[in-house]
């Protein structure tokens, strides 16, 4: 089953902008994730956010989240062309402190 | 290894043949993952493994899939008798611990098309 839905499914913006993604899931969280994927393939991890956290940034991105609302956004600003990919959220929650439960993912095409 | 490594990176076989899917996690990775991903979907979760404890198989989809860790470092997932709805990408993943608070290190997965 899954618990993260992300928002929008697909996303198509300029080099440049901002673009940014939400994820809401259903169940009290230990933490969420954000991975992307190029083509299909393997993914990356990008950053965590724990359960406490509001909001944390790496580089480029910075994740929210809002434990009351269920939901997470990662913005990713100052887009570049190889940002082209899928993302994904994903969630750990309950007694399970290992397994990971990942939402279907938003596709983010960033244009020349 | 630098990496998660999976073979093969594609695979086509006939429906009804049992097929077998490597995955050689980061070396001194304790927590080993499969994972699944029909086109256009999410990851669904098929087994954990952690040192030596007894592996969750909670997520295999039925009893055609089991998979192993020998020496607590490869793993083979082994679909049998294949069917079409079996066509995914398998993919494999390795953590520290097994606490998913470092994150996941995938592989690039394994292709499989049933015919």
């Known amino acids: 089953s899954q618990q993260g839905e992300e928002d929008p499914q697909a996303l198509s913006i300029q080099e440049g902008e901002n673009a940014t993604m939400n994820c809401s899931y259903k169940?009290?969280?230990?933490?969420l994730q954000w991975y992307r994927q190029n083509s299909g393939r393997g993914l990356v991890h990008l950053i965590l956010?724990?359960?406490?956290?509001r909001e944390k940034h790496s580089g480029r991105l910075r994740v929210t989240l809002d434990t009351s609302k269920k939901s997470s956004s990662l913005l990713i600003t100052a887009s570049r062309a190889a940002d082209t990919a899928s993302y994904f959220c994903a969630t750990n929650s309950g007694g399970s402190n290992y397994k990971l439960t990942f939402g279907k993912g938003t596709l983010l095409t960033v244009n020349p | 290894g630098a990496g998660v490594s999976q073979s093969p990176s594609n695979k086509v076989t006939e429906k009804g043949k049992d097929v077998e899917l490597r995955c050689d996690p980061i070396?001194?990775?304790?927590?080993l993952y499969w994972y699944r991903q029909s086109l256009g979907q999410g990851l669904e979760f098929l087994i954990y493994?952690?040192?030596?404890?007894?592996?969750?198989k909670s997520g295999l989809p039925s009893d055609r899939f089991s998979a192993e860790r020998t020496g607590g470092s490869v793993s083979t997932l082994t679909i049998q008798r294949t069917q079409q709805e079996d066509s995914a990408v398998y993919l494999c993943?390795?953590?520290?611990?097994?606490?998913?608070?470092?994150?996941?290190?995938f592989g690039s997965g394994t292709r499989l098309t049933v015919v």
């Open positions: 070396s001194g990775h304790t927590a």
């Open positions: 993943a390795s953590s520290s611990t097994g606490y998913s608070l470092y994150g996941y290190t």
């Open positions: 493994f952690q040192g030596n404890s007894a592996p969750d």
């Open positions: 956010i724990r359960s406490n956290e």
């Open positions: 169940t009290s969280i230990n933490n």
